[in-house]
């Protein structure tokens, strides 16, 4: 005699849906970009280019790599807007490892933090060059940053994978239990 649905077994069918979706949206985002510090950044840069004191941050990984940059006045400390910022870099593997000068968009909210995105292949040393050039002149400065390989599976998709997990193993456990039930109810009539 075949089982007849109860309300629970659509709740169960339905959270099942509804975390299979969550967990494929987090397995599909590749990757978000910001402008400012994130978590796990590094200050790899902190001093003058030129005229003008510039502070570096990132997370040195391979991949797409973002630079924040803040610029100031080296003499004052006022703000250096309406400079153009270009950084380029040479990777551990010389001419083959190189990263093309890539201008820096400054921001809306800050005007002197600047952000790049460089697309970085190889772990290693790198040396990035700094290009500033504003109403202050043009200066350069070249500062090296240790890039790490990519760190592998993301927390986000281990907690997703652990509640999955969960979820399939409460599910087994929970229709056992409503089996044996049943089958103890007919056993007793």
């Known amino acids: 005699m075949p089982r007849t649905p109860t309300p629970t077994d659509g709740m169960l069918i339905a959270l099942v849906l509804i975390l299979v979706v969550v967990a494929s ?10 402008n400012g510090a994130h978590v796990g950044s590094l200050k790899v840069f ?4 030129g005229p003008y004191e510039a502070t570096v941050q990132t997370v040195p ?5 973002h630079l924040s940059i803040y610029l100031v006045q080296a003499s004052s400390g006022s703000l250096a807007v309406d400079a153009t910022v270009q950084v380029s870099g040479r990777g551990p593997r010389g001419e083959s490892g190189l990263v093309s000068q890539t201008s820096a968009a400054a921001t809306v909210v800050q005007p002197n933090l600047y952000g790049v995105v460089l697309a970085i292949e190889d772990a290693g040393e790198w040396v ?4 500033v050039d504003g109403l ?8 090296p940053v240790d890039v790490q390989p990519p ?11 652990v509640v999955l997990a969960g979820l399939v193993a409460w599910l087994a456990f929970s229709r056992g239990r409503g089996r044996r039930r049943r089958a103890k109810s ?4």
């Open 151 to 161: 760190a592998g599976i993301n927390g986000a998709v281990i907690g997703a994978l």
């Open 186 to 189: 007919r056993a007793a009539r």
């Open 136 to 143: 202050l002149g043009k200066a350069t400065v070249d500062f």
């Open 46 to 49: 902190s001093g003058p280019v």
């Open 25 to 34: 949206v987090l397995l599909l985002v590749p990757q978000a970009h910001a």
């Open 61 to 65: 990984v391979v991949g797409d790599m």
């Open 128 to 131: 990035f060059t700094l290009e």
